[in-house]
Each structure stands twice: as C-alpha cells, then as structure tokens.
C-alpha cells in the first residue's frame, strides 16, 4: 500500500464531452480556473489538455495552452503542471480505401506534437508509449517506435519529466525499452490507463501483473475510466500507486450526479485518507518524482 499518494485531476481532455456536462471546462480561463479548483481541493498536478474555443474539440494551439498555463501560474496556486502531448496521433481511414485518411485524423510526427512543452517547458509532460484501436469504427492512435525515441529525447534535452502513458502492456515493454536505451532519466514515472477501449481492460489482477512488471524504481499512478474511476483510487493506493480523476476520464460523483473536477478530486482525497494514507503536497509531489522544487522567499 502507498502511504503518500500523489492525486492528478485530469481536467478537460479532447474527447466529446463537452456536451455531456456543463462542468467540462473549454476556455482557457475554465480550464485555468479548473486547475486552481482541483489544486485547492488536494490535487497536488492538473493534467491540461486545451480545446477550441467555438467548437469545444481538442486542440494543439500553443497559444491556448500558453494562456491556460499563465493563467495557472500567475494565481499563486502551487501545482505541478502536466500537459499532454498525446495531441497530433489521431488516424481515421476509410474503411474502403484504408490508405486515405477521413474527418477526424490529426496525426503529426513526434517533434510536432511538442512545440507547446518546448515553449513553456512545464514540470511533466506524457508521452502515449504505444499505439491502439481507439474504440469502435476505424479510429487509431498512432504512436510508433520510431516516434516515441525521437520525442522521449527531446523531451529528455528540455529538462521536463516524461509521463509514460501506457495503455497495454505491450505500451509498458517498450516503455521499459527506451528506459534501458537511456531516453528517460530515472526516476521513470509511468501512468496505467485502464478501460480505454481497446486497450488494458480495468480488471485488479491485469492492473497488478503491470505493476510487477514496472522498474523498481518507478513511480506510477493508474486510473480507470467512466464508473470505475473514484473505486480505481483505492485499487491503486492498495496496489502502491498514485492516483488519478477529473473530467477527463469521467464525468459523475456518483449515478446521475454529474461532477466537477474540484468534487472528484475531494471524493479523491476522502478515500485515500479513509484507507489511511495521507495525500501528498504538490513539494511532495516534486521530491518522489525528481521535480525541481522551486525557491521561495
């Protein structure tokens, strides 16, 4: 069991949510305020994905990211920022003519998928260390070897700490991989991500396998997703983990309730002290996870 629990509240993400609930955050000024909700309710990192303002789909702007972090940064709200660079891995091909590419594809090389952490260089940034069926129809995420070595060393020159994102296990391998080639700096963080159609089902004995499988020295957090997610904080904790929630990955407190990220990080926070364990400060946070600890007066 872990004692000291890092929380990550993943905010928006790029799925179409926004409809779903009025509490998805989509301006950089929600998405900000959301941050510094979650921070004030026990979050020690938000994890920032960005959305067009008029359409509400993800997006790859830097300038909405570089907003929301200002945003984040200025308020005097301490957090660990985690922005995604998952964005740029989406294909859809015609089921007829698999080689061309329909609505919905956004897929760039590794070093493309980056121009926002080079620019605002936040504390941790992901890398999805592998590619998958993304759910039904003839939607894929594209994350080749090729590409995760050239982005894990970019990622490694510009200082910031890689979340290896790992949706199977065939993710977690080659995550293993660019650790022995010498592309991520130790201590590794990895982030389990189960029930995500299709990759690693959430079932507690295929969570528990990939976690003998990680590095001994690896930090790691898992979530599961939709109804799974708030039972996943404890199967994490128990299996020695950090946890994860937000909007991201579900939009309910309970059935029929729906939730905002300050509320599923306190239902967060509830759990991990109630199975005795204490939730750990974002200073924490950046000790267990090789951070650099900023000065202050």
Not at 40 to 52: E, K, L, Q, S
Not at 60 to 81: F, K, P
Request: a negative charge; aromatic letters at 4%; hydrophobic letters at 45%.
């Amino acid at each position: 069991m872990n004692r000291e629990v890092i929380i990550t509240c993943a905010l928006t993400g790029a799925a179409d949510t926004v409809g779903r609930s009025e509490f998805v955050p989509v301006t950089p000024a929600q998405i900000a305020a959301s941050a510094i909700e979650a921070a004030n309710a026990g979050a020690a990192v938000v994890h920032i994905h960005v959305r067009d303002v008029e359409s509400g789909h993800g997006s790859r702007d830097v300038a909405l990211y570089r907003e929301v972090v200002r945003r984040v940064r200025s308020s005097g709200v301490d957090v660990v920022i985690n922005l995604t660079a998952g964005m740029g891995g989406d294909l859809v091909i015609d089921q007829e003519d698999p080689l061309k590419p329909v609505d919905g594809t956004d897929l760039v090389n590794g070093l493309d998928r980056l121009p926002h952490v080079e620019e605002l260089l936040p504390d941790i940034c992901t890398l999805d260390c592998g590619s998958l069926n993304f759910g039904e129809g003839s939607q894929l995420y594209i994350s080749t070897p090729d590409m995760l070595r050239v982005g894990a060393k970019r990622i490694q020159e510009l200082g910031v700490k890689p979340e290896l994102e790992i949706f199977d296990t065939g993710h977690l391998w080659f995550a293993k991989q660019m650790i022995a080639e010498g592309l991520i700096d130790s201590p590794p963080l990895f982030q389990l991500c189960m029930g995500i159609p299709y990759g690693a089902p959430p079932e507690p004995e295929l969570l528990q396998a990939m976690v003998h499988l990680l590095p001994e020295d690896a930090q790691w957090a898992s979530f599961a997703i939709g109804r799974d997610q708030l039972p996943w904080v404890a199967q994490s904790v128990l299996l020695g983990g950090h946890v994860r929630v937000g909007l991201e990955d579900n939009l309910y407190l309970e059935r029929g309730v729906k939730a905002t990220n300050g509320q599923l990080v306190e239902r967060a926070v509830n759990i991990v002290e109630n199975l005795g364990a204490k939730v750990a400060t974002p200073d924490a946070a950046r000790r267990m996870l090789g951070l650099k600890v900023p000065s202050r007066v």
